[in-house]
């Protein structure tokens, strides 16, 4: 029984390899991060010494101070005591933000471990694999040349190298099955450092957005009300923007790390989007809503699967907002619902601007915005579909999309009936 250790061992050395490669990603950012404040800092505060007539300082750590008011710009002043700023004077306004930020890092950190399991799963064939090759080696007909030579082979394959090649043709199909499942853990990979890379970029915009404004409240904004009003207004709308982001990107990280449970319940999908469709109008005056149900729908037993009520209306609402922010004002936007023998669907139809057939093929991938699309819509953060698909996925149901460019977009949602009663 050494095989299902040995799983057991490369699983957690997977997991191990990922939270590594996580820890030195949010390290460069961090780090990034905090390059760019102290430039920042030195910029402005030289700025403020040219202003004066006095010559340009230096960022240095004094002695005799606190901790936290040790680093600071010191400005030579002559006959007299020199000019000292402290950096945390000028980081004080972005305490939240970077708690937030800090706060999202410890979470991804803190869950990878948990998805050991996820990978010993992945793995399970692997060890079922070798526990039948360690049944065979038992046997006296058996080549045990074979099993010896197999065993070196998959030594020396990893992840990052994804081929198993024993150069015997008996062992060809499990070679095969071999190469499979590494390359699914290769791209697994590949997919979780897109994701950080991503989130990173994603979370550097806002940031750099916040710390400019910063900067120009403390130079004009004082005396200035209009300065005043103006950062204000984009300081609350990038912090909103940030807290989207990072709303979105821990509730699919909880999904990644299975720790996004549905309530499920019986429910009718035509009575939850006649709700949505409701809010909608009330929020959203600028187009109109057409809701196209059946005489009854909302009672009627066939409309009915067992799901997560809060879940799926989320689905939904992420459907009709993506509707809205891609279409033209005083335009249609329509919600219907409709059911088969074995699943029950609805869908949401804009007449926006659509898009390609080759942007519609990876319109799900996180982060994936189509080039019409940043047209419109510039302050997206391109998971709401990707949202939408996890939820619609973990009840075992799938989104169909029909768009063309300049026509309009079509989202169809199929929820099984029988496999989600079944659950």
């Given at each position: 029984?050494?095989?299902?250790?040995?799983?057991?061992?490369?699983?957690?050395?997977?997991?191990?390899?990922?939270?590594?490669?996580?820890?030195?990603?949010?390290?460069?950012?961090?780090?990034?991060?905090?390059?760019?404040?102290?430039?920042?800092?030195?910029?402005?505060?030289?700025?403020?010494?040219?202003?004066?007539?006095?010559?340009?300082?230096?960022?240095?750590?004094?002695?005799?101070?606190?901790?936290?008011?040790?680093?600071?710009?010191?400005?030579?002043?002559?006959?007299?005591?020199?000019?000292?700023?402290?950096?945390?004077?000028?980081?004080?306004?972005?305490?939240?933000?970077?708690?937030?930020?800090?706060?999202?890092?410890?979470?991804?950190?803190?869950?990878?471990?948990?998805?050991?399991?996820?990978?010993?799963?992945?793995?399970?064939?692997?060890?079922?694999?070798?526990?039948?090759?360690?049944?065979?080696?038992?046997?006296?007909?058996?080549?045990?040349?074979?099993?010896?030579?197999?065993?070196?082979?998959?030594?020396?394959?990893?992840?990052?190298s994804p081929h198993v090649s024993t150069g015997n043709k008996d062992l060809?199909?499990?070679?095969?099955?071999?190469?499979?499942?590494?390359?699914?853990?290769?791209?697994?990979?590949?997919?979780?450092?897109?994701?950080?890379?991503?989130?990173?970029?994603?979370?550097?915009?806002?940031?750099?957005?916040?710390?400019?404004?910063?900067?120009?409240?403390?130079?004009?904004?004082?005396?200035?009300?209009?300065?005043?009003?103006?950062?204000?207004?984009?300081?609350?709308?990038?912090?909103?923007?940030?807290?989207?982001?990072?709303?979105?990107?821990?509730?699919?990280?909880?999904?990644?790390?299975?720790?996004?449970?549905?309530?499920?319940?019986?429910?009718?999908?035509?009575?939850?989007?006649?709700?949505?469709?409701?809010?909608?109008?009330?929020?959203?005056?600028?187009?109109?809503?057409?809701?196209?149900?059946?005489?009854?729908?909302?009672?009627?037993?066939?409309?009915?699967?067992?799901?997560?009520?809060?879940?799926?209306?989320?689905?939904?609402?992420?459907?009709?907002?993506?509707?809205?922010?891609?279409?033209?004002?005083?335009?249609?936007?329509?919600?219907?619902?409709?059911?088969?023998?074995?699943?029950?669907?609805?869908?949401?139809?804009?007449?926006?601007?659509?898009?390609?057939?080759?942007?519609?093929?990876?319109?799900?991938?996180?982060?994936?915005?189509?080039d019409t699309a940043r047209e419109v819509r510039e302050n997206g953060t391109?998971?709401?579909?990707?949202?939408?698909?996890?939820?619609?996925?973990?009840?075992?149901?799938?989104?169909?999309?029909?768009?063309?460019?300049?026509?309009?977009?079509?989202?169809?949602?199929?929820?099984?009936?029988?496999?989600?009663?079944?659950?």
């Amino acid at each position: 029984m050494s095989k299902p250790a040995r799983t057991t061992s490369i699983a957690r050395s997977i997991v191990r390899s990922y939270w590594w490669r996580r820890l030195v990603s949010y390290a460069l950012v961090n780090a990034l991060i905090a390059v760019t404040i102290i430039w920042c800092f030195s910029a402005q505060c030289a700025g403020l010494a040219q202003k004066r007539g006095l010559p340009a300082g230096s960022v240095v750590v004094r002695d005799g101070y606190s901790l936290v008011t040790r680093v600071g710009y010191e400005i030579p002043q002559p006959g007299g005591d020199n000019l000292w700023f402290p950096l945390v004077d000028y980081v004080e306004p972005m305490v939240p933000i970077l708690v937030v930020v800090c706060a999202a890092e410890v979470i991804g950190l803190a869950a990878l471990p948990f998805s050991t399991r996820r990978v010993r799963r992945r793995l399970q064939p692997l060890n079922d694999l070798a526990i039948t090759a360690e049944e065979l080696g038992n046997m006296a007909s058996y080549d045990q040349h074979k099993m010896e030579s197999l065993e070196e082979a998959i030594q020396s394959a990893s992840v990052d190298s994804p081929h198993v090649s024993t150069g015997n043709k008996d062992l060809e199909s499990i070679e095969v099955a071999l190469n499979g499942l590494l390359r699914q853990m290769q791209e697994a990979k590949l997919q979780q450092m897109r994701f950080v890379s991503d989130a990173s970029h994603e979370l550097r915009t806002p940031i750099s957005v916040i710390q400019g404004y910063v900067n120009m409240l403390d130079r004009w904004g004082k005396s200035d009300e209009e300065v005043l009003e103006e950062s204000i207004r984009a300081l609350k709308a990038e912090s909103q923007h940030m807290q989207e982001l990072v709303e979105q990107l821990l509730f699919l990280a909880r999904g990644d790390s299975g720790r996004n449970t549905l309530q499920r319940e019986q429910l009718n999908v035509a009575e939850i989007l006649s709700q949505v469709w409701e809010e909608s109008r009330m929020v959203d005056e600028n187009h109109a809503y057409v809701l196209s149900l059946a005489e009854g729908a909302v009672r009627d037993a066939r409309y009915e699967v067992v799901g997560d009520v809060a879940m799926l209306k989320q689905a939904m609402r992420i459907l009709v907002a993506n509707a809205g922010a891609y279409s033209a004002a005083h335009t249609t936007i329509t919600l219907a619902a409709g059911f088969g023998d074995d699943f029950v669907s609805f869908s949401v139809e804009d007449e926006g601007v659509g898009m390609s057939q080759q942007d519609a093929a990876h319109v799900f991938e996180r982060f994936y915005r189509a080039d019409t699309a940043r047209e419109v819509r510039e302050n997206g953060t391109g998971l709401g579909l990707s949202i939408a698909q996890w939820i619609v996925s973990a009840h075992e149901g799938r989104i169909e999309v029909l768009s063309r460019e300049e026509v309009g977009t079509r989202f169809t949602v199929f929820v099984p009936k029988e496999r989600s009663s079944s659950i």
